[in-house]
């Protein structure tokens, strides 16, 4: 999609009037106790989604008729899932589809890529595997004008920063990132791709980043996270290349933390096990009480198909 036609669609920069309600009005659904706190499904990667968010309770418990969605996919980068940088497309398709099936009212793919932008829509095969759903999901969001700076309550380190407009003023937020190790924040997984709704993340990087990738989850918490680990880049990441192993594998949770904690100890991350606690950013937002890494004491069900 071109600049002019997000704004077309937009209103000059905001998706949505900024009257409407965002993301921290909004209640998140009461789940039924037989409900999981972590859903792994190893399969096909579009079955595998539709299944794991349905261990869930459906999309239809966290997307209601006339919600304004955003997704937040890995698509940064002008390489294929294979390599191990960006969002599997037919994960990102099939969570834009399961929101329209649930009565969405619109459904908005973003990400505030590091190459250039149309290049990386059409090289991460997102944005052609989305126009199969529905034409005109898939943006990048690379222009200052989209951004509204913004106030972090009770934040560490991160007090105020530029957020997407269309995200702030959204119902839902969903994040499809693909798991994968990161230079700096150790791994890449729910919290970390938050960083893809900002302008300057790499005032994150100078002010702390394990304090920053928190308060800004603080202020951008996905309603669900659906972490893609098909293609696993254990080393190099996040741009690779570096080593990928085929997990097959899509993980969902309600709650990002426990989403990122299931996926570190999953895996082999440069060559070793690591548990939750030893991942800066997760240990910190546990601690701030925005989701749990403790996952002995959560519900964790698997299914192979």
């Known amino acids: ?90 994960v990102v398709a099939t969570v834009a589809a399961m929101c329209w099936e649930a009565g969405a009212g619109s459904v908005l793919i973003l990400d505030h890529t590091l190459a250039s932008g149309q290049v990386c829509l059409e090289r991460s095969g997102i944005e052609a595997a989305a126009d199969a759903v529905r034409d005109g999901m898939t943006f990048a969001i690379n222009e200052a004008d989209l951004y509204r700076d913004t106030a972090i309550p009770e934040a560490k380190a991160l007090k105020s920063i530029g957020v997407a407009k269309t ?64 293609y696993v880049l254990t080393t190099g990441g996040p741009r690779g290349p570096g080593r990928v192993h085929h997990g097959r594998q899509v993980i969902a949770s309600r709650d990002m933390v426990a989403a990122d904690a299931y996926t570190v100890q999953a895996f082999e991350w440069y060559g070793r096990k690591f548990q939750p606690r030893q991942v800066g950013h997760i240990l910190k937002a546990h601690e701030r009480g925005l989701g749990r890494m403790d996952l002995e004491n959560l519900r964790v069900e698997t299914l192979t198909l």
């Open 167 to 230: 995200v702030l003023d959204a119902d839902v937020l969903i994040a499809v990132p693909t798991a994968k190790s990161h230079s700096s924040a150790g791994v890449s997984l729910a919290m970390k791709g938050m960083m893809g709704l900002v302008y300057d993340r790499w005032v994150m990087h100078r002010r702390g980043l394990d304090h920053c990738i928190v308060d800004l989850a603080s202020l951008l918490k996905a309603d669900l996270s659906v972490i893609d680990a098909n």
């Open 1 to 90: 999609m071109h600049r002019r036609d997000f704004l077309r669609q937009s209103g000059q920069g905001a998706l949505w009037l900024s009257a409407a309600p965002g993301l921290s009005a909004l209640a998140t659904p009461a789940l039924a106790a037989t409900t999981p706190d972590v859903a792994v499904v190893e399969g096909a990667p579009a079955q595998a989604t539709r299944a794991a968010i349905k261990m869930l309770g459906g999309m239809e418990t966290v997307v209601k008729p006339g919600a304004r969605v955003v997704v937040k996919p890995n698509m940064s980068f002008t390489t294929p899932a294979d390599m191990g940088a960006n969002s599997h497309p037919e």
